[in-house]
């Protein structure tokens, strides 16, 4: 047919304007390239005949129609849809699939596309047994081209004359199943990983190499050995010649391949041989069966310990699973689950509709875990044996007890979570020298958030900085305990930093690095401008969360003379982004710290309580003070100022009055604090109060009671 002829018309439903969008592109590239596409959405005020008649009558005279397939389609097509819900597809699916029942399920006219997020069991029931097309790349668009154009890349060849051949040797085992030796999937459902099966398919059958070897690389907890099964499992067809199985940590691997040659296949090495490298070598070359091996080794700590029994052969496929990464083979690494995986893998587990009856606490508690895969099977496990337990006290028991909770603590037989997560983080910590533990530890003081490197160095000012980043890089990276999140940004995941923390906890250095983080934070803290720019506060914005803990949760490590930094930072921060409420809360945080280190007289409270008039001033009088908020910061300048005998009964303005400029030159000297000129003065006067006490008539009191008054 010629394309200019074609009509197609594209079926699909609204999931969302992103989806329509993309739907939108497909027509208008198919337009573009000749093909007369009809899609509702060039019907922007709808068609004259109703809806219903417009889709009938397209349905029915296109030539090919496009079914574009997703969760939300399948539903509706197979009528699993809510009552009132996407009429338009379900009336489209009915005569779709009337006209397959018309035609005796023969198909010549529908074809499913798939988007590349979109899964193939989307693919309505009726339509799975034919070709169907998923859109990637542009290859996959010229592939659904020349199907829609008749347009075949491959034509058979003129046929020509038979050609004699004498037959094969019939096998006689063809009902027996490869030899394997493959530990069982654990109970949980598998979510979240077919792009990890893809990708390994990649590497081991896609590298064009004499022999294929990968490494899946991931922290511990993450579920490489989950996925190194259920790839192994799923691929039995593709390695006839059979699947070798080996645990390497702590567990002799020469052994291990013997064993199965002679239980699985038979094969025993001769005696003349000794060597355990050399017997398993003999294994590899006299390894029976047609067709592909794989060699699967499991928790590899080191290359050494498997380099010298690695099968040189073309026939064995290799596949490592580590947390360290190893030079020279190819990686793909493993993260936890994304957020939407995470909860489908808890409602596996502790049911849907236990999930549906919370979603926010359920969404809570895979935060809390991380997203991490054996941390949710546990969860899991434990909450589906507690069938009254709500999600909420669950996270509350998880927060009290932390890592050491029973429920983050394996059953016997629970699938491959033979660990609890402590456990398996333990592992790591094993392999750790002295400066990874002390570097680990550090950052888990740090919030859960990209920690800015510099800062890090920070905290050591008397170390190397290079010899820092080979404890980062060669320590904690290596062996999956910290995440690189950008250019020069690092993280720990969530429970990895509770382990970390637990270390902390039982060491008696634990004061030193919490006064070390906190003066790091402050120094960081000080460089913040008091009117910050676009690109400072593009700088200085990584460093916000980490500000917030070393000021909420850790401001007793602070040392005196940078107590309120933090508070100060903050303060500027928001309010350089217009977040006044936030740099009100926190310049009020930074008063009450102070006051309650300090006492009610002192410099740092003096400045606080200017950060505040500060503030209000800065608004412009457009923000009205909440009274129970604004007369206890007036009583508390008022009563000091009534304390100290120097209570001003005058309310001018502070630019009308006149001071020393000697005084304010040899104050500024003296203290490196950004004070305004009146806050200077006001510190001043605490000392030599006759000296200045006429200046003191224009202090920081009546500018907050004028903002009480006022709403200024």
């Not at 006219?109 to 859109?135: E, G, K, Q, S």
């Not at 294994?283 to 590899?300: F, K």
């Not at 936030?582 to 002192?602: I, N, T, V, Y």
Request: glycine fraction near 6%.
């Amino acid at each position: 047919m010629d394309s200019l002829s074609l009509r197609v018309f594209i079926s699909y439903s609204h999931d969302s304007p992103e989806h329509a969008e993309r739907v939108l592109a497909l027509a208008n590239r198919l337009r573009t390239d000749g093909i007369e596409t009809i899609l509702d959405q060039y019907e922007e005020f709808g068609p004259p005949e109703g809806w219903n008649r417009w889709m009938t009558r397209h349905l029915r005279d296109a030539h090919l129609v496009l079914m574009v397939c997703t969760e939300t389609y399948y539903r509706r097509v197979m009528g699993e849809e809510e009552p009132g819900t996407g009429r338009g597809v379900t009336w489209e699916g009915n005569l779709i699939l009337q006209y397959l029942s018309e035609a005796d399920t023969v198909n010549r006219r529908f074809v499913p596309v798939l988007f590349n997020d979109a899964n193939d069991t989307h693919i309505p029931d009726p339509l799975r047994p034919f070709a169907w097309y998923r859109l990637q790349a542009e290859a996959d668009y010229t592939r659904l081209y020349r199907r829609l154009s008749n347009q075949p890349e491959v034509t058979a060849p003129a046929l020509g004359k038979p050609k004699a051949l004498p037959p094969r040797e019939r096998r006689q085992d063809f009902f027996r199943e490869p030899p394997q030796n493959i530990p069982l999937p654990g109970p949980a459902e598998f979510v979240g990983r077919a792009e990890a099966l893809r990708g390994l398919d990649q590497q081991l059958k896609g590298n064009g190499r004499p022999t294929a070897i990968t490494s899946v690389v991931g922290m511990g907890g993450v579920g490489k050995t989950e996925l190194a099964i259920r790839y192994a499992r799923s691929r039995l067809n593709v390695y006839p010649a059979g699947v070798c199985w080996a645990k390497v940590r702590d567990i002799d691997l020469a052994n291990q391949v013997l064993t199965f040659a002679q239980v699985h296949l038979g094969l025993v090495p001769p005696d003349t041989l000794t060597e355990a490298s050399v017997r398993v070598e003999y294994c590899w070359a006299h390894w029976p069966g047609d067709g592909q091996a794989l060699l699967v080794l499991d928790d590899v700590t080191t290359w050494k310990t498997v380099q010298p029994f690695l099968p040189k052969s073309r026939r064995f496929d290799t596949l490592i699973t580590s947390r360290k990464q190893f030079a020279g083979v190819e990686t793909l690494r493993l993260d936890v689950l994304v957020p939407e995986a995470s909860l489908a893998l808890l409602q596996s587990l502790i049911g849907t509709e236990r999930c549906a009856a919370r979603p926010e606490e359920a969404q809570l508690l895979c935060e809390w875990l991380g997203h991490l895969p054996l941390g949710l099977e546990l969860v899991g496990s434990y909450l589906a044996a507690k069938q009254d337990l709500p999600l909420a006290d669950m996270r509350a028991r998880l927060e009290a007890k932390r890592l050491a909770h029973r429920a983050l603590q394996p059953d016997e037989g629970q699938g491959t979570a033979a660990r609890g997560v402590a456990a398996a983080f333990e592992l790591s910590w094993d392999e750790l020298d002295e400066p990874g533990r002390e570097l680990g530890c550090l950052l888990s003081l740090f919030a859960l958030a990209p920690i800015p490197w510099k800062t890090v160095e920070a905290c050591f000012p008397d170390r190397d900085a290079e010899g820092l980043e080979d404890v980062r890089d060669g320590a904690l990276l290596n062996v999956s305990l910290i995440q690189r999140k950008g250019e020069g940004l690092y993280q720990l995941h969530q429970l990895v930093r509770e382990f970390f923390r637990d270390k902390l906890a039982s060491w008696g250095k634990a004061k030193d690095y919490r006064r070390a983080f906190a003066a790091a934070l402050a120094q960081a803290a000080s460089e913040v401008p008091n009117t910050p720019t676009l690109d400072t506060l593009g700088a200085f914005t990584p460093l916000v969360p980490h500000l917030e803990e070393v000021a909420q949760e850790q401001s007793d490590a602070l040392a005196d003379d940078d107590l309120v930094w933090p508070f100060i930072a903050l303060q500027r921060l928001y309010e350089g982004q217009s977040i006044f409420l936030m740099a009100l809360d926190r310049a009020s945080k930074g008063l009450s710290a102070a006051q309650e280190r300090f006492g009610p007289e002192h410099r740092d409270v003096a400045s606080s309580l200017n950060n505040l008039a500060g503030l209000y001033r800065a608004q412009g009088g457009t923000r009205r003070l909440n009274r129970s908020t604004s007369r206890p910061w007036r009583c508390r300048a008022s009563s000091w100022a009534r304390s100290t005998r120097l209570w001003p009964p005058v309310s001018t303005t502070w630019r009308g009055c006149i001071a020393p400029r000697a005084a304010t030159k040899r104050l500024s000297r003296s203290t490196s604090r950004p004070w305004t000129f009146w806050s200077r003065l006001w510190v001043r006067a605490i000392r030599t109060q006759k000296r200045f006490a006429p200046i003191l008539r224009h202090s920081a009191s009546p500018v907050l009671d004028r903002a009480a008054h006022t709403g200024g």
